[in-house]
């Protein structure tokens, strides 16, 4: 919920703030806990954020994946992400020997990402 509940956090994801804990239990129940690859981001045993990276499919696309992330505002700019990002970029080609091409997706405000994305390697393009 710390970040889900977060309007700070919510305001650059597809999906809208969390207003209770039911939204969250839901969450995990029907979209973590079956997700092809999706990982929670930890300090001191507590989750802070989240990290995935979700197949694309059809006969063109099953060489892409996109990369998502979201992380509790009280950790912005200490390179949690980033550092989770670099990680994710140097074992998924390995997991996922199909995978040709990692994207992400970022809203054109959302500076901060874009950041993270530039720093781990992403390199800039417009569709």
Not at 104 to 118: F, M, P, T
Request: net charge positive; hydrophobic share 40%.
């Amino acid at each position: 919920m710390e970040w889900a509940a977060d309007e700070k956090v919510s305001q650059f994801c597809t999906w809208d703030t969390y207003t209770c804990k039911d939204q969250a239990l839901d969450f995990i129940k029907n979209i973590a806990i079956p997700h092809p690859w999706l990982r929670v981001i930890c300090i001191n045993k507590k989750a802070i954020g989240t990290v995935s990276v979700t197949p694309n499919s059809g006969c063109f696309d099953s060489c892409r994946a996109e990369l998502g992330y979201v992380l509790a505002y009280k950790y912005w700019g200490k390179g949690i992400v980033t550092k989770a990002v670099k990680i994710v970029v140097s074992n998924i080609f390995q997991e996922w020997p199909n995978l040709e091409r990692l994207e992400a997706l970022v809203d054109i405000d959302n500076k901060g990402s874009q950041r993270v994305l530039e720093k781990a390697g992403f390199l800039k393009g417009v569709y």
